[in-house]
């Protein structure tokens, strides 16, 4: 099967110089075929001891597990796990960016400061916060305060969900009775209901689910507004994209995962005249090279331009150029694989978060108290290896693309003020009433070895933006349209419609473009995601509408992870009609 549409993905994996010993993410899928059928179907069962238990799809064999679950029962148990880890992911991200926003307000991390004001003013007043006349450091403890309660059971429904999402979706969630009322409380909950003997109704099984998805909304919501409070809230950046990135003369750096607690820090020492001197010394004319994989690339690539040299599938290719002399990682989409990779070269995987170590990897621990210093230390890290490089096994491909990213909700309402200062959002929705956008798509989530890498992102994109569709993008999805070309002007002009090229020339001349908009706009990692419902929401509410009646809808076409099973999830809560692949089962649900 063809592996990869990213022709630079190709290059490396038909080039590289690890040896014929060195396999990959898609060597190891073909050595597990034929996966178990009952897996990918979701009809086995191994929550208690008696099982595995399975059902026959096929009416010729067991049609109840041992305890007699049915194959609905049983289906219902497992996608709402999914939905629990996934929720557990994004809880444990955003909890840890609130415990350092935490240690930042007592003084106990002087190397990080807001950044954002604005951004903070505007979520605490979102949240019933008062801020007039107050100093930023009050407002700011009391809106931690109100997140860090989000977590624990407050016994009232979740700030986060109630204050962003509109008086319809409430409405709904409501009165389907699946409300959070506590983050990990609602994790905890699922995973009661699914264990032995508990909850054996499919429906309710479900609905339980769905409220566990609220809860990953809300956990997802925070860890962006947190992180843009801390960081910055990303305006439009340009950069590069693919691994021809990557810089035989320099010292090459990948960080890789998902918060920017340790990434951003990294990006900032990395332009530090003495770090660069050093790696100059050792033999690295061209300096220091930072680049990102995954969302924690995402992530740095929003809010500093470093560019972003491939996605979590590949994040082994990214090794195999021979040419990466440390990979650095904190949680989440992580392959163990990578150590392994990394012995057929010289490049050190350097693990850093207390919950993700691997064997194989070198632990060093991150210690927000002291991030440059920790930063710093990494970066020497990554020059002492380059001396070990070895020229013989240098493969770089040349691809790399152009990507304009950073569009935050609050950049895509700057970019439309530009055009009606009065009344931004006017000029969107005249543009959808009058049919020159036909609608939006948020595509989102990962890519998966079921199919070839980025086949269906791009496919599904040019259809959808000949037919006037704008595209939003976050996660590995806007990691693939950044490799393949889709976030600059000139796709705009080679794959949109009419309609459609003539909004997004109107607001990029307007704002200073000198050209259009990207068709694909770069929102940010997987957790950003509730920035493309904010523009929704504002949408919906200043047309007194609610989200199931905008054209708007959601696809992750090669998802992998549990965390895009719950985001795909909540956007089902929030009345977008969502597409999730998850092979081979394949969904379309609307509500
Ligand atoms: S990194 S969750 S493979 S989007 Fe966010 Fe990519 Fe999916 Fe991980």
């Known amino acids: 099967m063809k592996r990869s549409t990213d022709k630079a993905v190709t290059h490396v994996l038909n080039n590289h110089k690890g040896g014929k010993q060195l396999q990959t993410v898609w060597d190891r899928y073909e050595a597990q075929q034929p996966q178990c059928g009952f897996g990918e179907l979701g009809v086995c069962c191994r929550h208690c001891m008696q099982g595995p238990c399975r059902i026959d799809p096929f009416g010729e064999g067991p049609d109840r597990g041992i305890c007699g679950a049915t194959a609905d029962t049983i289906v219902a148990r497992g996608l709402a796990r999914a939905i629990a880890g996934g929720t557990a992911s ?24 807001i950044q954002d004001e604005v951004k903070l003013k505007a979520v605490a ?36 969900a109630a204050s962003t999402l509109p008086l319809g979706r409430i409405k709904v969630c409501s009165e389907l009775g699946i409300v959070p009322t ?41 860890a962006t507004d947190l992180s843009d409070i801390l960081f910055g809230t990303p305006q439009p950046v340009v950069s590069k994209a693919n691994l021809g990135v990557l810089r035989e003369e320099a010292v090459n750096i990948a960080l890789h995962g998902h918060n920017p607690l340790l990434s951003d820090i990294i990006a900032q020492v990395a332009s530090e005249p003495k770090l660069i ?16 994989i995954c969302c924690t690339g995402n992530e740095v690539l929003m809010r500093h331009g470093i560019p972003l040299a491939t996605s979590s599938i590949s994040q082994e290719v990214a090794i195999m150029t021979g040419v990466l002399d440390a990979m650095v990682v904190d949680y989440q989409c992580i392959m163990p694989a990578i150590a392994t990779v990394a012995e057929c070269f010289h490049t050190k995987v ?103 890498q980025d086949h269906n992102y791009v496919e599904m994109v040019k259809k959808l933006l000949a037919e006037n569709v704008l595209i939003l993008a976050t996660g590995c999805a806007s990691s693939a349209y950044a490799r393949h070309g889709f976030m600059t002007s000139e796709a705009t002009k080679e794959y949109a419609g009419e309609g459609l090229t003539a909004v997004l020339t ?37 047309l007194g509408v609610d989200l199931s009646q905008l054209p708007v809808v959601a696809s992750a076409p090669e998802a992998v992870t549990e965390k895009a099973v719950a985001i795909g999830t909540w956007a089902v809560v929030g009345g977008f009609p969502t597409h999730l692949a998850w092979y081979r089962q394949c969904w379309a649900v609307s509500w």
């Open 506 to 542: 109107a607001i990029g001349e307007a704002a200073g473009l000198g050209g259009p908009l990207p068709p694909v706009l770069h929102m940010g990692s997987c957790v950003d995601n509730p920035r493309a419902v904010d523009v929704a929401v504002a949408v919906a509410n200043k």
């Open 350 to 452: 350097i693990t850093t978060m207390a919950i993700a170590k691997m064997p194989g990897a070198e632990h060093m621990a991150f210690n927000e108290e002291n991030a440059v210093e920790c930063a710093r230390a990494i970066v020497r890290q990554g020059i002492e290896r380059f001396t070990y490089r070895n020229p013989d096994k240098v493969c770089i491909p040349q691809e790399s693309s152009t990507a304009i990213a950073g569009f935050s909700a609050e950049a895509i309402i700057g970019a439309l003020a530009k055009v009606n200062a009065d009344d931004p959002l006017k000029p969107l929705i005249d543009n959808i009433v009058a049919g020159n956008i036909r609608g939006i798509c948020l595509f989102a989530g990962c890519n998966t070895v079921k199919v070839p």
């Open 182 to 222: 506590s983050i990990d409380g609602t994790i905890a909950e699922v995973m009661h209901r699914t264990t032995y003997g508990v909850d054996a109704d499919p429906i309710n099984i479900l609905l339980g689910a769905l409220k566990c998805a609220v809860a990953d909304y809300t956990a997802c919501h925070i």
């Open 277 to 292: 001197a050093e790696a100059k010394i050792a033999g690295a004319t061209e300096g220091l090279n930072v680049v990102g």
């Open 90 to 113: 994004h809880s444990g991200h955003a909890l840890h960016v609130a415990h350092v926003f935490k240690k930042i307000l007592a003084g106990k991390a002087p190397d990080y400061a």
């Open 125 to 160: 007043v979102r949240s019933g916060i008062d801020v007039e006349g107050r100093p930023v450091i009050d407002v700011a403890r009391e809106l931690l305060d109100k997140a860090l309660s989000e977590f624990g059971d407050k016994g009232e429904p979740l700030t986060w």
